[in-house]
């Protein structure tokens, strides 16, 4: 779990007191959320390898949570319940959870629960979320929330370079050995063309993504 960032939403501040303890005691990076709205912001400002939702929250359900994750991310996700709540167990489990744990519980448990999602989807590792971009690396398909953007296997690349490297100037050159595996030397018309019709794809899709030209510099992209 070590360097693991752990979403931690919980309303009861002796829970999440102990639980905060547990995960960091292992190297984990916490992210609490105490409602709904607190999780929501975290959601869409930070990445995360895992999430523990409380289904009981002042301001809604935790499985209203688990749905808006799962549009965006498939990262492991174990649900805290109360005990006995197996209706909100069976609904969470068919919303796309992937474990539960029922209240109370041990510490050594919970952390256990834990190490065994980040262990299975660790074997998986094949999706990367970043904001709310989500590149599946099996398939080459990379999506904005859960639309496919459509992109070839090039422009799928370039847009995970950039998109991995988030306001940082790359060069034209690097792009292209890095998506194409071999140096740039004259072939510049191929590459514009791609990044041209990378750059309409996501217009089409999302005005929240944009990839800027810096003259004399390279591309730089920006999540808004």
Do not use: H
């Amino acid at each position: 779990m070590n360097r693991k960032t752990i979403l931690l939403v919980e309303d009861n501040p002796e829970v999440m007191r102990n639980n905060k303890m547990a995960l960091k005691s292992r190297g984990a990076v916490v992210l609490s959320a105490s409602t709904l709205a607190e999780a929501r912001i975290l959601i869409k400002n930070n990445v995360f390898d895992a999430a523990v939702l409380d289904i009981m929250l002042p301001d809604g359900s935790g499985l209203d949570l688990l749905r808006e994750i799962r549009r965006i991310s498939d990262v492991p996700i174990l649900l805290l319940t109360a005990k006995g709540d197996s209706q909100d167990i069976v609904t969470g489990l068919s919303l796309g959870a992937d474990d539960y744990l029922a209240k109370p519980y041990y510490l050594n448990v919970f952390t256990a629960r834990i190490d065994s999602l980040l262990r299975r989807a660790g074997k998986v590792a094949e999706r990367v979320l970043i904001g709310s971009l989500r590149f599946d690396l099996l398939s080459n398909q990379a999506f904005w929330g859960d639309r496919d953007l459509l992109l070839t296997q090039k422009e799928f690349a370039l847009l995970l370079l950039l998109a991995q490297n988030e306001k940082k100037c790359l060069t034209a050159e690097y792009l292209f050995e890095k998506a194409w595996g071999q140096p740039m030397n004259e072939d510049t018309a191929t590459f514009k063309v791609r990044i041209s019709n990378l750059k309409k794809k996501l217009a089409a899709a999302t005005g929240d993504i944009l990839i800027e030209t810096v003259r004399g510099e390279g591309y730089s992209l920006t999540m808004l």
